[in-house]
């Protein structure tokens, strides 16, 4: 089965998106028969990566489509039931790799969330009309606030940890103490009491941010959108652009986008992902590229970049490396690159930096090895750079008779930062901080012995051992455990600081991933395989 | 068998201590045949735990007993070979609990090595007179500085992920990018080439300091020695104290130390551990201390305690859950600190506290629960409040008649850091840290009363209730999957920013860990099972 990321609002089966003015609604309404794969029903608005996939569309649309958005509601039509996280049958009928792939994107979601109100001004708050367990929490927890039914029964819960063993992996862990800095013994508590806290107790230690009797919940939530929408200082009234379908042709050895190509080599196991640089000549105010609208390169084809990686981590497990090339003019890549730079005030060119941003976000959690191949006619420069030096290495032909350039923009120098916190140069440059003044302060391209001295890129193999030198790296690297590879490149890509993103993919994601191979939950007696079954689990209680 | 962390120089197999005024030479000389299991030898200078206990000893011994020390130099008394690292066969073929917990060990000793050097002044230095490799070199890039042999043949070298399909454990990827800022493409080459690179390579990527001719080394060390010392701001001519052997009484239900008491439920998979506080009328002058040396509460307790978690640790798998608790007075222990906190600027009261804080933290990455008991007759004051603090949860008892107090001292507002860099108060109130303020400045002992409006205590049942409420939270606790516990206790207890220590235990750790797990490593066809077997590894190479 092929995973398909592409959806649209008349597609949804699980939500429905509507907008009022500065108000949109995201109500869930999961049909426990329209699942993914077979072998479960999703009951009581759990969920699995088929709707994530909607929720996800869902906030990437309100943020192109819906600029006037400026508070987005996230509740449920289901009674007395916001949501119950992940569906456990799925997972625990799910191989290890499909799980640690749902939940890497179900992470990759909330985080967008976070993204749209930090840097778009869309606030995002949890109306919880009912119980809100596990992912449904961490959905909850993931919005700037959070508002509960005061029933009598309706709870916010963590139960991974009492009642299947495994994690909370959505984040939940992290954003509790680090997000909403719960007291860590309370915490404690709370992840481990499987029925959950309601409102009074909930509110008192840092939960939710507060609770309204059934009768006054939709009055309460009422009033505080409006003090949301007043303290909005996003305010925009101008008309969003439609994000279209994808178009691309597939077949057994790829994908061919308008901008992306995907070459995959299965008896390889590696892809070569080559990337199109932008048409010369394309519009410099934001009124023409609100025309132009999806069509518009930066868009377009990191559109199409973001489907190919998740197509890549899903569908083409084997697929251990991609080495990424590009095609196209520099100064096409830099005159871009400077129209996004010039009116990155404009909330369209905004939304189009912070999609790239995400997207190279979206590679540097990736799974996979990433080799970035300059060679002649490849556009290396600025946004494009940024794919090479956010690979593993970086090799670039140094030819006798012909130039090859590359060149950084001022969109190396902040706009599309790591989860990190950092640009991918700095985090590069750790030791030299300097060599960024150096980079920038020459206002040129680089060729490649320009490149390999000022640190660009890992290697510079001249035209006769070029081929030889790229094959062997590919053979070397497509030989190694993709295990160790794996633990290895989430260790050496994020130098520097941490932050709370990085503490849920580092931390908490490796801690997930262990546990997700443990026999204490997923062996024949393990938690998440005996859930709803009459036999209990048994634990090997070694601790680890 | 029953793993015993005490050592010392003159027990020692596998390294040689000697000290020339400021300068200490610690050389490792690893007897093949004195393994602490069986089934391998430990060739090459490779090692196994018993050779990182001596290590550890090593580096606390030359704290206490050789405060002239400014210089520590580490080197080998094998030709052509520095260290090759943990054992691969002792590895192979130990359980998946203890791979965990040697890991743990031998990434504290490295710790261990840079507080020594960042807060002590022995500056280290790793005088490689041959080839390190894997942990061989995890031990070099521990200490301030490395110098290699340029003889043709040795080189630094990270072979675990070609050659063994797991990371470098203890620490490598870590510090290669983020304590010797090693750009990251340089280090996936290097942590991907089995053979490694050699000096001129290696110095200028940043993995060595500096190489010489095998005919020059001796006079290149001797010279950075001599500059070393020239530099050392730490000068220090007082004489050090013994650290005698540690004497307990082991039964069958636990071990009683002087300060410390171990007593063993294994039936319910819980210890209780009791810390006794100190007497009254300790001196409180350094010169007493001196002269009193390791018998002194502070030191020896600590001691006591970091034995007793080590203990536990390793030879008590089962025991999930530790309740701490505590006997003694108040006034004696505030008495303690007060003594500790005015004379921090002399030499041994620093390294007295510096060895408090480095056991605190050692139970801070402890994998078991813990829940701290305060009862009638406690003294949780100062440093050993610090362990409630610690703890996941904390129970105070609410009596009506008589008073239960806890109190802080000088200690608990930043001498004993967590390994995230803040102490653990702050680490608690991070969502208020006004509240240290208050606590600090309120200059008084708090009842329970008290301590739970403060927060300073999670649940503070009454007499009626206690026993009852005790019993169910421990039932509760350890009837838990321990590795969900494991888990979520490391991703809550670390709240706040990150250090280079916290990614080592956190992300790095977690990772191993799981690679530790997944068949491409110890499975059937793994590398690690099938490491030097005439059978190759098989991956699966769905990249997960």
């Known amino acids: 089965m092929i995973i398909n990321f592409q959806t649209s609002p008349e597609q949804y089966k699980h939500w429905r998106l509507s907008t009022e003015g500065p108000v949109a609604t995201l109500s869930m309404d999961v049909q426990e028969d329209e699942t993914l794969a077979e072998g479960y029903k999703l009951k009581l608005n759990s969920y699995d990566l088929g709707v994530d996939i909607e929720l996800a569309d869902a906030v990437q649309r309100l943020r192109f489509e819906h600029p006037e958005v400026g508070v987005v509601v996230i509740t449920s039509l289901k009674p007395r039931i916001f949501c119950a996280g992940a569906n456990i049958y799925m997972l625990g009928s799910s191989s290890h790799a499909f799980k640690v792939n749902f939940c890497k994107f179900t992470n990759e979601t909330r985080c967008s969330i976070e993204d749209s109100s930090t840097h778009s001004g869309k606030k995002f708050l949890a109306a919880l009309n009912g119980t809100a367990s596990g992912g449904g929490y961490e959905l909850a927890i993931s919005c700037d606030e959070i508002y509960l039914v005061d029933d009598g029964n309706s709870a916010v819960s963590l139960p991974e940890v009492p009642l299947l063993g495994v994690l909370p992996g959505t984040g939940g862990l992290t954003r509790l103490v680090d ?169 369209l060119i905004r939304e189009i930096v912070l999609n790239m941003a995400r997207v190279l976000r979206r590679l540097d959690l990736t799974a996979k090895s990433f080799f970035a191949l300059i060679e002649l006619r490849s556009c290396f420069a600025g946004n494009v750079l940024e794919l090479a030096i956010a690979s593993d290495r970086t090799y670039m032909l140094n030819s006798p008779d012909k130039t090859i350039d590359v060149a950084v923009s001022d969109l190396n120098a902040g706009p599309l930062p790591m989860s990190n916190g950092l640009t991918r140069l700095r985090s590069r440059f750790l030791s030299q901080p300097d060599r960024l003044d150096e980079i920038f302060g020459l206002d040129r391209s680089f060729d490649t012995e320009d490149a390999e001295e000022l640190g660009l890129v890992t290697f510079a193999p001249d035209d006769l051992d070029w081929e030889d030198e790229i094959r062997v790296a590919i053979e070397e690297r497509t030989s190694l455990s993709p295990d160790a590879l794996t633990g290895m490149e989430a260790s050496l890509r994020f130098a520097g600081p941490e932050t709370m993103d990085t503490k849920i993919y580092g931390r908490l994601t490796a801690w997930q991933n262990w546990i997700f191979q443990r026999p204490n939950a997923v062996g024949e007696h393990g938690a998440l395989t005996n859930y709803g079954k009459p036999t209990q689990a048994q634990f090997d209680f070694r601790r680890t």
Chains 1, 2 share one sequence.
Not at 248 to 255: A, H, L, M, Q
Not at 257 to 282: C, F, H, M, W
Request: glycine share 8%; aromatic share 8%.
């Open 179 to 347: 997000k909403r800095k719960v007291r860590r013994d309370r915490a404690d508590v709370f992840s481990t009491l499987a029925e959950g806290l309601k409102g009074k107790r909930a509110k008192e230690w840092g939960l939710i941010d507060d609770y309204f009797p059934t009768s006054k919940f939709q009055e309460g939530m009422a009033a505080r959108i409006q003090s949301l929408i007043e303290a909005n200082s996003h305010n925009n009234s101008a008309p969003g652009i439609k994000l279209n379908p994808l178009e691309f042709e597939s077949g057994p050895d790829g994908r061919e986008y308008k901008y992306v190509r995907v070459k995959l080599n299965r008896a390889q196991r590696y892809a070569d992902l080559t990337i199109r640089g932008p048409e010369s000549g394309l519009p410099t105010t934001p009124e023409e590229i609100q025309a132009l609208g999806d069509a518009y390169w930066p868009l377009r084809a990191y559109r199409e970049l973001d489907d190919a990686l998740l197509h890549l981590r899903v569908n083409e497990l084997e697929t251990g490396l991609v080495c990424i090339r590009s095609e196209g003019e520099i100064d096409d890549v830099l005159a871009v690159d400077k129209t996004l730079a010039t009116h990155q005030d404009h909330w």
